[in-house]
């Protein structure tokens, strides 16, 4: 188990039940081709795999850092719109990929910095009020820049060869799974995922990490000890903006389509925003549990609401409550009733509960 | 003890000993500078005046909503993201008594005054509930506060779409108010006098309440120094309850302004001027009234003026304007002290 402890920065789940679900959600995930290979289900467990990068990206600035961001959904749609833009004008290859994605990275960087800069050094407070007021003009940026972003109606691409549709490397089905370029995307995003999970992993449980957190707890205690706190929350802001980008990149390389819709919009922000208060605040495994809760329930959660329009149909202020284009009211109820009563997050819950015959981990770091 | 007291006392007394707060003169001197600069690079007269006009109404409209946002968070560090719901609010509540106004062929200038008053009394309500419900509970605690506050504001936005519809809704100005006055050559439109006034009327009534009266001395002095007035047996908390509904109120009041001036009214408004109004308390300083009045006739000229003269970078002036403030004072034009 030794290898296990250290590829997982030495941060265990520290609770059997949550260890287990993270177990099932990781082999789940990694055999969905073969357990459900309907274009809808595969389609909800890419984008539960792209959420959890970008939870875990939005959890580092946070959950460990206690910054708030709104503009890490700009980030996103810098990585979506850098590959596409770049596989529409270069053609698609794995090259032109590689090269959007560098570009991509060094916007994220440069303005995540210059954001990071600007407004940290006086206080974090100024900090989500800016990040607000760049990402709206982003978002009518893009809209704005129709030539280059197509606009309203986004763009459309086509993935290099090896990953897309039509690609199939083997002549017969393997396991009763006919393996597409599709199913192959899937597990490059999945490679990807679980990769830069880890890395943030190993990030978060670092010294550097540890600094984050103080800062968290108390930044003028931090200070005090000698860490200049404005280069901290500066880089841990970067670190986030990238791996934010790196998701963006992934949904567009699934969707093979970019849009404000799906990568800019102030609903997707406030989804991540849901899934890191579900999952925990400050732990990185709550960004798995909760982009897995919340993907499924948002697919269920409208069912139910078209089904409630239904029954209500009658009454009339309840059933405009209840109708499916409502449903973000019902998110909101749900975000504010868990920062309220829930603010440990499913983790959280999960880690109190003490299963008799398990040892306590005393040697762990206190959680929070 | 008399005699002891008495040399100290003296000195008081004396001219030098009260050095008086200097007053910060640059920022107006910027505003001013604006203003005339724009003369030579706009060319014609008339639309300078036009463009100046159309800027100070914007920007009364913005104060009058972004004053609230300020003071709450001056008095109580709260920082309140749903601010945009009572602007929102305020300009769907005006569409109705509109409607109501012209059902009763009651078209006239005093149809207007009655939105105004009845939205702010259903922004003052609301503002009540959302700080009982919303703020209260998160008092202190800045991250939950963001997060709770934008939550706050989501609901707010979609119980409006489920109450007043998703569309677009317009608000067209009642027959006394339309058309506009020519002044040089330049036209200038009525209503934009109107809220204008309105905006003034809000800013010198504030500004009296705040300098004039014992009110307006708690609320700076709690401002200043929370705890010491508590120390001093106010109760600060009432105070502030009483500072956000108000605050509120203003918001549904600038809220009917905008929409009237926009002459339609969307859900998404609060969030379009919510953004606005952050870049304007940013920019006067957090917690300052004089700075968010500055602030806000800033980006109002600066929004027209970018407008007219290049339409493409208009979107970012204001951006670039709180880039440049910041880079030149980082607390904001007047920074609030012991903060």
Same mark, same amino acid.
């Given at each position: 188990m030794k290898w296990l402890q250290r590829l997982l920065s030495q941060d265990l789940p520290r609770s059997p039940l949550l260890a287990l679900a993270l177990l099932l959600t990781f082999l789940v995930l990694a055999l969905a081709p073969f357990l459900f290979g309907g274009a809808k289900s595969m389609s909800v467990a890419a984008k539960i795999l792209i959420f959890m990068l970008l939870v875990a990206s939005y959890d580092l600035l946070?959950?460990? @850092?206690?910054i708030v961001s709104f503009a890490h959904t700009m980030f996103f749609g810098i990585g979506a719109y850098g590959v596409a833009i770049a596989s529409l004008r270069l053609g698609e290859s794995w090259g032109a990929l590689a090269g959007g994605l560098g570009l991509a990275l060094l916007l994220s960087m440069l303005l995540s910095l210059a954001m990071g800069l600007l407004s940290l050094r006086v206080r974090a407070i100024f900090f989500a009020m800016i990040t607000l007021a760049v990402a709206s003009a982003f978002q009518t940026l893009v809209s704005q820049l129709s030539d280059f @972003? $197509? $606009? /309203? %109606?986004g763009l459309t691409f086509r993935n290099p060869f090896?990953?897309?549709?039509?690609?199939?490397?083997?002549e017969s089905a393997v396991f009763g799974l006919l393996i597409d370029g599709r199913a192959l995307g899937y597990w490059l995003i999945y490679g990807v995922v679980l990769l830069m999970f880890l890395v943030l992993l190993r990030i978060v449980n670092s010294p550097f990490g540890r600094v984050l957190q103080a800062i968290r707890e108390n930044d003028f205690r931090a200070e005090a000890l000698g860490y200049r706190t404005v280069a901290y929350r500066t880089v841990s802001n970067v670190l986030s903006a990238m791996f934010a980008c790196v998701a963006g990149a992934l949904l567009a390389l699934w969707l093979r389509y970019v849009g404000p819709d799906t990568t800019l919009s102030f609903e997707i922000m406030l989804d991540v925003l849901l899934i890191v208060v579900i999952g925990g605040m400050? @732990?990185?495994y709550g960004s798995i549990i909760g982009s897995v809760v919340f993907v499924l329930a948002q697919n269920y959660l409208q069912d139910l609401l078209r089904f409630a329009a239904k029954a209500f149909n009658a009454v009339p202020l309840l059933s405009d409550l209840v109708n499916p284009d409502r449903w973000l009211l019902w998110m909101g109820l749900l975000f504010v009733l868990s920062v309220y009563y829930f603010p440990s997050g499913i983790v959280g819950r999960l880690r109190r509960i003490?299963?008799?015959?398990a040892k306590s981990d005393a040697t762990a770091p206190p959680l929070s | 003890m008399q005699e002891e007291l008495k040399p100290r006392d003296s000195v008081i007394a004396s %001219? /030098?000993?009260?050095?008086q707060l200097r007053f910060d003169a640059v920022p107006l001197m910027l505003l001013l500078g604006l203003v005339l600069l724009a003369i030579p690079a706009i060319g014609s007269t008339s639309s300078w005046i036009t463009l100046t006009v159309a800027g100070i109404t914007m920007g009364l409209i913005i104060f009058v909503i972004a004053s609230g946002l300020t003071l709450v968070f001056g008095l109580m560090d709260v920082l309140n993201f749903g601010h945009g719901v009572f602007i929102a609010l305020g300009a769907f509540v005006a569409t109705t008594v509109m409607s109501f106004a012209q059902a009763a062929a009651w078209d006239g200038f005093f149809s207007l005054l009655t939105a105004m008053l009845v939205a702010m009394l259903c922004a003052a309500a609301i503002g009540w509930l959302f700080e009982r419900l919303i703020v209260r509970p998160v008092y202190g605690l800045h991250l939950k506060q963001i997060l709770i506050t934008m939550g706050g504001m989501i609901i707010g936005e979609e119980l409006i779409k489920a109450i007043w519809g998703p569309l677009q809704i317009p608000l067209p100005l009642p027959e006394a108010l339309r058309g506009s006055w020519l002044l040089a050559d330049a036209a200038i439109e009525r209503y934009r006098i109107f809220a204008s006034l309105i905006g003034l009327l809000v800013f010198s009534g504030l500004a009296f309440t705040l300098s004039r009266t014992k009110l307006g001395l708690l609320i700076r002095a709690g401002v200043q120094d929370r705890s010491m007035v508590q120390a001093l047996g106010y109760r600060i908390d009432r105070l502030f309850v009483a500072v956000f509904v108000a605050g509120s109120a203003l918001a549904g009041l600038g809220g009917v302004l905008w929409g009237f001036y926009q002459q339609s009214v969307t859900a998404q408004i609060g969030a379009q001027v919510n953004v606005l109004i952050f870049i304007v308390i940013i920019i006067g300083g957090l917690g300052s009234t004089l700075g968010c009045f500055v602030g806000a006739l800033l980006v109002g000229l600066i929004a027209n003026y970018a407008g007219f003269l290049e339409p493409k970078i208009a979107l970012f002036s204001n951006i670039g304007l709180m880039v440049a403030v910041l880079l030149w004072r980082p607390q904001g034009l007047y920074p609030v002290s012991d903060r």
């Open positions: 946070l959950g460990y @850092t206690g @972003t $197509g $606009g /309203e %109606d090896g990953i897309s549709p039509s690609y199939q490397p083997f400050g @732990t990185l003490r299963m008799p015959a | %001219d /030098e000993a009260m050095p």
